[in-house]
Structure formats: C-alpha cells, structure tokens
C-alpha cells in the first residue's frame, strides 16, 4: 500500500511550504523544508521524519520524489527506527547569491529547474552572470550568528511549482540486515562532498570503513556518525559521546561542528544582537525564584593530536530544541597567551535560566578547575573563561578536558542584594572593594580592557598597583558588577536603572570592549526612557542608521501641524522605496 502526497515548495506569498503530516503504516509522517547554506551555496533542504516506532522495530520504506516541472524522479530506500528517525535530502534545491547594491542586501534566487539536480549535470552552483530559468522565487538572504538562515521574500515570481511524494513502505521488522544499507541522496559520493569540508580525510576514510574490512561495529559507528550530520540524527549523550570518541580517532575533528546549532562563542559576540536593554522586573522580597526544567550533563573533551589548533566547537544537546556549544580558542592578554574556553546557550529560548559550568584539564602539570554560575536568557547566552591557563599547559597530547554543565530554567529574577563577595570567572589576584563588598579580578585581564585599570594596577607612580585590594569610589557595586560581567562573558541584558552609569565609566576608563556592547546595547533597546540623540551626542556613538529612520517618523508627525494630508516628502519616499523594490527582480 501506497502514500502519496503532492504538494508545493512555495506558498503564495513566497515563504518555503510549512510542514506536511501524513498517516501511512500506523506512523505519522512529517514532511518539512529549511533553508540552509554549505560553502556559501543557498539552498533548500528537505527532511522526513517518521514518529511512533517503538524501540527494537525497523520501518524499510522506498521513498519516491516526483518532479513535475521535469517529468523526472528518484527513487531510495531507507531504514527508520527511533533514534534513525529521519531522511534528509540536502539541497534538493540549489539557488544563485547575488547582492542588491542599492539596498546592500544579499539576495537569493532559487530556480526550480535546479530542484533535484542529479551530480551528474555537473551544476554550476553560483552563476558567473545573471541568467533566465524556467521558475524561480527571490528572497533576501542573512546567515544568522548560530549558522541558521532567515530570509524574507522579495517578490513572488512563482509560487506554484508543484512535486510528488510516494511512501511505499517495504516491511517492518525486528533485526537490521547490514547487507542491504540505505540508499542516500544522490549518494554516498553526494554525502561526502557535504561533509568533507569539515573532515578532509574522509573521501578515503569512510569508504574504508563503510565497505572495507572493518567490524560490523566500526561500520555501524561510522554510518551513525555520518547520519548525525547529513540526516540529523539525535542520539542521547552516551551515544554522542561514543561517536566523538569515534570521530576524533579518524581526525574528524570537526564533527560536532556539523551536527545541531552552530554558533562559535566569538561569533555570537560580535553579533550586533549580544546586548540590550530592559526594564528588569523585580520580584516581591518574599518570593523566591519557581525552579522548572534541569539538565545536567559530563563530558571528556580531548585536543587535536599534533597540532596547534583546538576544536572549534563542542555541543550538549537538550530538550526542547535548545543546546549548549562550547568554543576552545587562545586569547592574548598583555603579550601572555591564554587558552580561553567559551560557552553559548543556543536554539529556542524561551525562559530566564541559571547555568553552571565546570570545566577541569588533567594534564602533566597538574589539575585545573574553573568554575562559574550566570543567568542566561535570549540575549545574555554566554559563559566564558577568558584565562583558563596559559597556552604552555596544554601542549601535550595527553590532555582531557572534564566539561560538567547544568542547566535550570527559572521563573523570575533573582536580586542579588544579598552579595557580599564575588569571584569573576578565575584565576584572579587582585581585589575590588566597593561600598563594602568585593568582587575578585584578573588585573592582567582588566588592565587590557580598560586603560584606566592598565595604569592604577601596574603603574608604579599608583600606591594601588601592588596592593591585593583596591577601593574604588566612583562606582556602585552592581553597576561595576555588570560592567565586568559585560567584560569577561561577551553578552549582557542590561538593567535600564543602571545602564547610563555602566555607559559613562567604559567611556571614563577607555574601556572600549563594554563600550561597543552598550552601542550594541542602545541600538536594539526599545525602552522610551533611553534618549539616543542626546546619547549619541553626548559620547559619539555610531547610531547613524537607527537615527535615520527614527528621526523620518518624527519628522512625518510633527510635519503640517497634525494635518490629515500626507507630505510631499512622504510621498517622494514611498516612490522611492516603490522604484527600489523593482530594482531587486
């Protein structure tokens, strides 16, 4: 018995079909699409995914895509069960990139005579020059910070392309035949060149293992390992961490990075969306954080072998769509060269939560811990330890990283008057008392931000600089707690009772890192009480393109003494923006 299911790429406004259910062999069938980009090829990605086969059952199906456009189709087969649960066919459709220069925006264009492209029509993805196709949609194009796509349509230029689905399912059963593997799109050769760019050996290496003479083992790891990051499958963390063991012995170092959520922690940084700032609200004194979903997970990382470069990335995977990457890199403070370990906290946030990460390295020289607790949320995502050790402790090949991580969602915000003595993530040597709490520092890491630091804790001329406390009085002690918390972990929701004092010292101190995140910060705010002009006046900040369109509405309202006649200028601008809109076809 047969399922069909016919149904469009497009929608009529020019967004990708939302998801399809289908009933077939007493399971639920879901038919999806998402954009994606793999060495900066636009394209379209299809996934089905099977639900409800209990564990032990295999589900074998011949799944048959139909394209109407070309009269053509392809045919595979393919083995589910409850952790192999989906089949994906990565691009399905490919698109053209170009850029929109009056608009300066990077636009896609997808033919749909380029839908199920076979490798042998030896496609030219990106076009040396504008060409004609049969069919195709137009949707501006932005790669968002954790690697995901977010498009918008431009203009509809066809929307009703049409392709077919044919589930025909083989058999169900209690035993796997290895004999008879599944059939991937194109195929192996196809896998390959999606993945090779994060593991260069693998053109040898996963045919030797696939069809060599290697154990039955080694040949299911390596398809399982292959089918996390081409198929998307979800493993549980025994498993995962089975398959990164497996994956670093064959120098497949990047495997995490091609599996789930990206989102390196510089990346996220740097991002234009790492700051805000909110009205906080304050619980009642008498009530106390409601305590929801936790997580806890521990991991062994181990470094690249012979080689200066650590992994880039490594990932816990959670509930509810939502993971925790980490980012291995070194960090030069002061003319002395560190390892610093960064997290971020990914995917679909939805509520305030505390995270606590613990990070050990056994190594030659001994062990180190660190340790630290944040309240993360949407914007404020990050953990970091700037200086876990220096680049000297870690250069044998013996080294593993312990990694112990838990995570709490919460309902509301905890005050924390109740501080009396902090610790910023270590190693720290020096500390700051203000208002009669202190809070531990790295001097040789705040020195390097902030220059006024640089001189009262290294100039001989300051009484301060060999001193193991240091007072200071310009301050409060939350605001100069946001203001590291801000320096040392890269992201900060900030209060809107305590930023201006926060934006005055990094501007006092020459402390540009906290500067350029309050910039960031005042930029993406929508609190009416933060007055950006005077802002902007005031401490010369880059607001030009927020001011431009903010300053057009004002002047639209305060324009003909709230007359109902639109302006002659408003209606030059939406000319304007008319003959612009034409310019992207």
Known sequence: MKATVVTNLFTKTGHLKPPVTVEHGGYTWTISLEYSEVRN??????MLQCDGIQDGKYVAMRIEFLNFTKSTHQTFYFVFEPHRNRFCYRRI??????????KGKTVASFPINRFMCPTSENTAYEA????????HNLVT????NDGRVETTPCKILYDKFQYGLVLDKAFDTDTLDLETPSYWPHSYDEMIEFVEPNWPDMSHTAIEYLWGESTEYNKQTCFDMLGACYHKWRFDDKKLYELNEFAYNLKFFQFMDGIGIGGGFEKICSASTSADIIKIPRPPKQCCES??????AEWNVRRIPKSGDLPSIFKIFMDQNMQWNMSFFHSTFRNQTFLSIGGVLVGDIKRSCVCSLEVSLDSKQGKITRKFRRRLNKTQNTIC??????????????NIFHVNFEFQEVDGWNDEDYLNDVKMPEPNDVVLKLQDKRIAVNKTFLAHHAQFFSGLLFNENFHQHDKAEVEIHSIGFKEMLDLLDALYHGTKLFDVSKYYHILQKSDEWICE????????AINNTNCQSVNKQKLREKFKMNLVEKFSEENKIEKRGMSGDASDEPSPDAKKERVEEKNDKEKFV
């Not at 194009?141 to 968002?144: E, K, P, Y």
Request: glycine letters at 4%.
């Open 141 to 144: 194009w932005n790669v968002l």
């Open 41 to 46: 090829i636009p394209a379209i990605d299809f």
């Open 513 to 520: 890192k906290v500067r350029c995140m309050m910039e960031k």
């Open 385 to 398: 330890f700037p200086m876990f050790c220096k680049k000297e402790d870690v250069n044998s090949e013996g």
């Open 128 to 135: 040396p020059s504008p060409q004609s196709w049969i069919f």
């Open 93 to 102: 459709c490919t698109g053209v990139r170009h850029v929109n220069y009056q």
């Open 291 to 296: 305590l929801c979903t936790l997580y806890h």
